[in-house]
C-alpha cells in the first residue's frame, strides 16, 4: 500500500480528497491551509502548470508543521476554451459556469504535490481527463443548483454526487475529476519513496 508507516497529512478542507484517501486505506492528519493560489491561465502557466503550482504552494504552507510526514497538496481546476472555471462564488455564476459546460466536453486538470519533511524531498505533477456533458436543459441545471452541491467545486458540479447526472462520459482517471488522481498519486508516492 501507499505510504507504509508514515503519517500523512492532507494540507486542504476538501471532503472528496479525505474520501478518496480513506477509501484506500490512508487516515491523514488535515491541515488545511491558506494559501495565495494562481487564479489565471497565462502564456507562461497553463492549467496544468497552475495545479501544480497550487498544489505545491498548499503543500508548502503545510510542511512546516509537521517534521516527520508526507505532506500532500492537491488543485483541481476544470478549463473550456482557455477558460478556466474554478470554484463558483455564487449560485449565478454556478449557472453560468454549467450553461457554458453544457453539450461540450472539457478538461478537468489536478494536481498533487507530496513532500517528505523527514528527507526534505518533494515531488509533483498533474493529471488530465476530459469530460463530456449531456445537453443541459435549463430546468435541469436549476434544479442541480438547488440540491447546493455546485457551490465548492471546480466547474460548479461534482462527479460523485448529483452532477453524475450532468455527465455523458470520461476520458481518462474518474479520480482526477474527483479531485484527487489515485494513478497520478500512485505514481508518485513511488519516486518519492525511491529518493
Known amino acids: ?47 496544468e502548470a497552475l495545479v501544480s503550482a497550487n498544489a505545491a504552494l498548499k503543500a508548502r504552507a503545510a510542511a512546516p508543521r ?10 483541481t481546476v476544470v478549463v473550456l476554451d482557455n477558460t478556466l472555471y474554478g470554484k463558483p462564488a455564487h449560485k449565478a455564476e454556478a449557472r453560468d459556469m454549467l450553461r457554458s459546460l453544457s453539450g461540450k466536453t ?26 463530456a456533458f449531456h445537453h443541459l436543459s435549463d430546468p435541469e441545471i436549476e434544479a442541480y443548483l438547488d440540491t447546493g452541491e455546485p457551490l465548492d467545486k471546480a466547474g460548479a458540479y461534482g462527479i460523485q454526487g448529483k452532477g453524475a447526472l ?7 482517471d474518474y ?6 488522481s489515485l494513478s497520478l498519486l500512485r505514481r508518485l508516492s513511488r519516486v518519492l519513496e525511491r529518493a
Open 1 to 47: 500500500m501507499l505510504f507504509a508507516n508514515r503519517q500523512i497529512v492532507l494540507a486542504s478542507a476538501s471532503p472528496r480528497r479525505l474520501e478518496i484517501l480513506r477509501q484506500i486505506g490512508i487516515e491523514p492528519a488535515l491541515c488545511p491551509v491558506e494559501a495565495a493560489e494562481y487564479k489565471t491561465l497565462t502564456e507562461s502557466m497553463d492549467a
Open 66 to 75: 509537521y517534521p516527520n510526514a508526507v505532506v500532500l497538496g492537491a488543485d
Open 106 to 131: 472539457h478538461r478537468v486538470y489536478t494536481g498533487i504535490c507530496l513532500i517528505d519533511t523527514k528527507k526534505g524531498q518533494s515531488i509533483g505533477g498533474a493529471d488530465i481527463c476530459e469530460v
Open 166 to 172: 450532468l455527465v455523458e462520459k470520461i476520458n481518462g
Open 175 to 180: 479520480y482526477t475529476v474527483m479531485g484527487l
